[in-house]
């Protein structure tokens, strides 16, 4: 349900990503083999003062970062949003940007650098109205993380806190979900252990750079993560997180993901940032209750109010997301359609393959099955409460639609 809108040296750090796996999603294009375009897109992206959706009104009315970055300085005055001082540095963008440095820090620590419309970029992000213009990954990001959930909470979470936040994550994890949050104290710290305890994927979006990790004493949480999962940030590899840079990373930890649970959070908390741009990104929202009288439980609890789903365990996520508007290819083969599926036991797996999204008739799912047809009818009610199939008339049945 929705809710309604109301310091380890980078030279000394461990780097190298994870072994290549045959469910990689395809290697970004190294700058040096990837042409004009590819380069302007990097540097208009890395210039001062240029946003995500400033970058993005820029293109749109140039038709091109080439065509922006070579545009004068009057000519850049007429775009919304830009003064004298952005069309200064968009002007000096070549002099401002050591962009062969700046490549040096990429190959020489084994980062990714993905930029839109490239074919490993994250589909969820690319359908944003502020997506980021680049992302510098340490690690390694998988189709399979399209299927993900976020979970964010108080910096100064509580005992109870943590453990609900290793527990949903771990098991998060177990069912093949990735976990995805910001790599801060309490509350994100403790999802992401939890899905690395659970053997599972876990994506940790930074405001600083990926070399710079914040806080410093999560170094070797960020070591840990690259190696079955991926560190990510729009910002320079090397850069120190800036306060006004969290709110605009939450954008991407609710836009990677098909929903955000909130564990303990005050009224007035970076987490409930994060469910303002997951509404916004119409992402599925849910909130962990706590104690009545604890004040980090203020904010799940108004938000459960205001219509999040209360949750208690792993089935109340996996039961509210609807299906996906791209499939997932999970690393077993098998094509995923919906996160509910993940709930299904190898029968009911077997008969949902078999439903066709024009219908298919029980007696044919019997067949094809080997099933009795009692036992298809009981599946197909299973399937049916799970938002995964829907019946037709005559004894027929079809895959719901996205």
Not at 27 to 43: E, K, V, Y
Not at 266 to 290: C, K, M, N, Y
Request: charged share 20%; net charge neutral.
């Amino acid at each position: 349900m929705r809710v309604q809108p109301d310091p380890v040296s980078p030279e000394n750090a461990s780097l190298s990503p994870a072994r290549p796996r045959r469910d990689a999603a395809p290697a970004a294009t190294p700058m040096h083999d990837a042409g004009p375009g590819a380069r302007a897109d990097l540097l208009l992206a890395l210039t001062p003062e240029v946003g995500p959706v400033l970058g993005q009104r820029l293109k749109e009315h140039f038709g091109s970062a080439e065509r922006v970055l070579a545009a004068s300085h009057a000519a850049l005055r007429e775009v919304r949003g830009v003064g004298p001082k952005i069309a200064d540095r968009i002007v000096q963008a070549e002099r401002l940007i050591d962009l062969d440095a700046q490549w040096e820090v990429v190959r020489r620590h084994r980062l990714t650098v993905l930029l839109p419309g490239q074919p490993a970029f994250p589909h969820l992000l690319s359908e944003l109205p502020d997506p980021p213009g680049v992302l510098f990954v340490r690690g390694q990001l998988l189709p399979v993380d399209a299927l993900a959930v976020a979970i964010v909470g108080s910096r100064r979470a509580t005992r109870y806190g943590l453990l609900q936040a290793e527990r949903l994550a771990g098991a998060l994890a177990r069912t093949g979900i990735t976990v995805v949050s910001g790599m801060a104290r309490g509350v994100d710290a403790a999802a992401h252990r939890g899905a690395l305890a659970a053997g599972g994927r876990t994506v940790a979006v930074l405001a600083g750079g990926v070399l710079k990790p914040y806080p410093p004493e999560h170094a070797e949480l960020a070591t840990h993560i690259a190696a079955s999962g991926a560190v990510l940030s729009e910002a320079l590899p090397a850069a120190s997180p800036l306060r006004g840079m969290f709110p605009q990373r939450n954008r991407l930890i609710s836009g990677l993901s098909l929903g955000v649970v909130v564990v303990e959070a005050a009224d007035r908390s970076g987490a409930l940032i994060t469910v303002r741009h997951a509404v916004e990104q119409d992402r599925e929202v849910f909130a962990v209750p706590g104690q009545i009288d604890n004040p980090l439980a203020a904010g799940p609890h108004r938000l459960i109010r205001d219509g999040a789903k209360l949750t208690a365990c792993v089935d109340d996520i996996l039961e509210e997301l609807g299906p996906l508007a791209v499939p997932a290819d999970l690393p077993d083969g098998r094509t995923l359609r919906s996160p509910a599926e993940l709930q299904l036991d190898p029968v009911e797996r077997q008969v949902l393959q078999a439903v066709d999204a024009a219908g298919t008739h029980v007696d044919c799912l019997a067949r094809q099955c080997d099933l009795p047809i009692s036992r298809v009818l009981a599946v197909v009610t299973v399937l049916e409460s799970r938002r995964l199939v829907r019946k037709l008339g005559g004894s027929r049945v079809a895959r719901s639609c996205p």
